[in-house]
């Protein structure tokens, strides 16, 4: 039995090294394009500014170290095409330049996802970058060497894009960062995106929001930024405007694509085409809590599913299943972490819901403790039911909050079981009653309230 | 409408607070037999050594803020009688010394719980001392004051001991630690109790186990302590063995009391006496887990049974209700956070369950984000259904790990639930994969493997 894994990231190596430990005499070939694999890409923004020091800890497993397993991993192959009726496929070696054919009788793709880099005229020059892999970062690392930006001009306000300010700010840069839409962290509601702005801002990033790039200028290297009529000086851009599946391989082989765009699975993470599964970055879920179609390219997630795959594939049959997320993240933007789970109150209204919240600024341990700092946080329910849709939390200890909400979310728990719930109570790690409870029990008042309401106008 | 509060800790405030939010026109009473109402007992070790150094922040609220919101608290008043068929109390006034009596329309008990000490020769001698109250705190405080002891013995190796032995350390002294059974942390597993005791000797904690004080010895003030042949020189000793719910007053008018030696209550906190509801400390509750009675005595649980029973000694209704507790708790002690919810190993076999379980040690964030540190966790699973009945953590945010396993305990979710469980994920605030689905993971495996052993006996 030949099992075959195009991609070797998270989802990729994680499904060989389950098929492995499941089946010892599968013959495993994971095809990489990129150099390493098994690379964990949401450390590159600290791999920029030396916060995480050493290149090597990034690379969570060598081929070599997969070859011990008996795991084949040949980097710098990419996958041209799948001939999925002759359960074939086309590989080039990119190191060598020559094309073989290779045959499998089970595929997992693991394609991942790419950077979307904008069609703005200068998106060419040198010293325009993306953030995606880790070859990425070593041209990032490799230009501020050469260069010595002092200004770096960062396009997108999401989770890159924030996380790579901070590291820029890290090494010295003044930053600025230009954001489409009117706020930045737009998977959140405006107060957490206030935050965040704030907290940019408090350490010297320029923000400007609801401006699209014109034009990058320079010659050779890019010197300017031109948006709404202005021109920002800039030694250095790095474009995070967003990253899109990559499909095209299956979906040239015949493989139904969802309608977020990015390949359909069922939950056996199965694709249509027979003897082929799919995971990670590329492949569409389920939003448990809106029951829609959802792209969530994550890392975690990613892994999650790899397990899945790499299960299903070694038995041939459908042992486990991946039924769908929740949305969950976290990312930290200087002092600031901010997390969320579920549905955000747009996102809600959007799947149709009519919302009730309640938002308080708590503290995270005892008020009294030394080092008591604060944390927002929002919860989102549903005003029909009172089930629990989705919170947002920003500030210290935000990423346990959202882990207890993401574990409510998980239970289908609704507001009034989460006013008596028990957590963890002493006065280093919480005040008496958790943030969570307090949001919950504000939610109550509001719920009665609003009874009371439909009482008073009966 | 006279409402009268016997106890303002945590459940007779809250109570008290709710009560008055609900019912403007109601008349509240609450007698506290101490000098300061709503003191945050849990913060009662960190005074000791100055962690915390304002006394006035211990005091959530004072009688002056109670009575801006027309409650008349009334400190060292002692409630010494309740004639439940007349609706009547006789109160002692420990400052005029004189005693009356006062009547209810409806009355809430939070008696709270005491210092259970043990009849050991000496425990009289000046020097021997227990921390319950704030009153305990300052007792300790003068003595040390005036003594500048430097050796400690602490008699019990629970939470306010483990408490108390950092913050003694804190203060310069030479701690001793002596504990009746064979280890301390006796509500969790022995891999537990080892990383306390490690915890505590690195820091210089001498620690006796299996050990019972014979006597205190000394003339006026302590001078020593006897236990199993040896003799112990201290200054001070801390006696912190348990305590014992105060339920003599409603006991004596007829209240029933529960197999835990508790107050009996329902889930809406009513007692078996006509219009006396009680709360917090005093009271028996469920523990949700094995369904059997249990007695939790901890501040946030009162908290949110004092909401309840305020709530519906305002309403005069069954508005809401408090179904129980998970038993989940955690202290620090030193750089250590020990957290634990729902049923240890020996407490799910007493309750009748076949356990399985999985431990690990994890890094609390990425490998190779700075500072990355291991926390030890433990799942407890029903051997029959898979439904996770507990969970304990050692180290690095074990309060996060055990909150979320208080959240899937509180939803009855079982160890397939927390698999692919979707919690949020970044390089500084934890592993791609929480320990919780890693150690989630490994159950399963173990699941599997008795599984094919049943097969493979079959």
């Known amino acids: 039995m030949r099992l075959v894994i195009v991609g070797g990231v998270a989802a990729g190596t994680k499904a060989a090294s389950r098929a492995r ?34 290149r090597e800890r990034l690379v969570a497993r060598t081929p070599e170290k ?124 405006p107060e957490v995106s206030e935050k965040v702005e704030a907290e940019l801002a408090s350490h010297g990033v320029n923000i400007f929001t609801g401006e699209k790039v014109d034009v990058f200028t320079g010659e050779g290297c890019v010197r300017g930024v031109k948006f709404g009529g202005t021109e920002l000086a800039t030694d250095l851009v790095i474009v995070g405007v967003g990253i899109k599946p990559n499909v095209e391989l299956v979906s040239e082989a015949g493989a139904e694509i969802g309608t977020t765009g990015a390949i359909l699975v069922d939950k056996h993470m199965k694709t249509s085409i027979p003897d082929v599964w799919a995971a990670g970055d590329c492949v569409e879920t389920t939003d448990l809590t809106s029951g829609e179609p959802a792209w969530v390219p994550l890392g975690d997630t990613a892994n999650q599913m790899g397990r899945v795959a790499g299960t299903n594939v070694a038995t041939g049959e459908d042992t486990l299943e991946f039924t769908g997320t929740l949305g969950t993240g976290i990312f930290k933007v200087f002092d600031l972490g901010v997390g969320k789970t579920g549905l955000s109150e747009r996102a809600a209204a959007d799947a149709g819901f009519e919302t009730a919240s309640a938002s308080l600024s708590a503290y995270d341990r005892a008020g009294y403790y030394p080092g008591a700092q604060r944390v927002f946080l929002k919860l989102i329910a549903d005003r029909a039911t009172g089930r629990l849709l989705g919170a947002e939390a920003a500030g210290s200890s935000s990423d346990k909050l959202i882990d207890i909400c993401a574990t409510a979310l998980w239970g289908r728990l609704s507001y009034p079981d989460l006013v008596n719930i028990d957590l963890a109570y002493a006065p280093p790690y919480g005040p008496a009653l958790s943030p969570v409870i307090q949001a919950a029990t504000i939610l109550s008042g509001e719920f009665e309230r609003a009874k009371e309401g439909v009482r008073a106008t009966e």
């Open 21 to 54: 430990r499941l089946d010892p005499g599968m013959e495993i070939t994971v095809y990489q394009e990129e150099p390493e694999p098994s690379i964990s890409e949401c450390g590159l923004p600290y791999f920029l500014s030396g916060i995480v020091e050493n």
């Open 66 to 189: 997969f070859a011990q397993k008996d795991i084949d991993v040949l980097v710098r192959h990419r996958v041209e095409k799948i001939d999925a009726s002759a359960k074939k496929l086309i590989v080039h070696d990119l190191n060598a330049g020559k094309t073989f054919e290779d045959a499998y009788d089970r595929l997992v793709v693991a394609t991942g996802a790419r950077a979307a880099l904008p069609p703005i005229p200068g998106v060419d020059l040198e010293g325009v970058l993306e953030l995606r892999f880790l070859t990425d970062a070593d041209r990032i690392r490799s230009y501020v060497e050469k260069y010595s930006p002092e200004k770096a001009t960062i396009v997108g306000g999401g989770y890159i894009g924030l996380e790579v300010a901070e590291n820029l700010c890290g090494l010295g840069m003044e930053v600025s960062l230009i954001e489409g839409e009117d706020r930045v962290a737009l998977d959140y509601g």
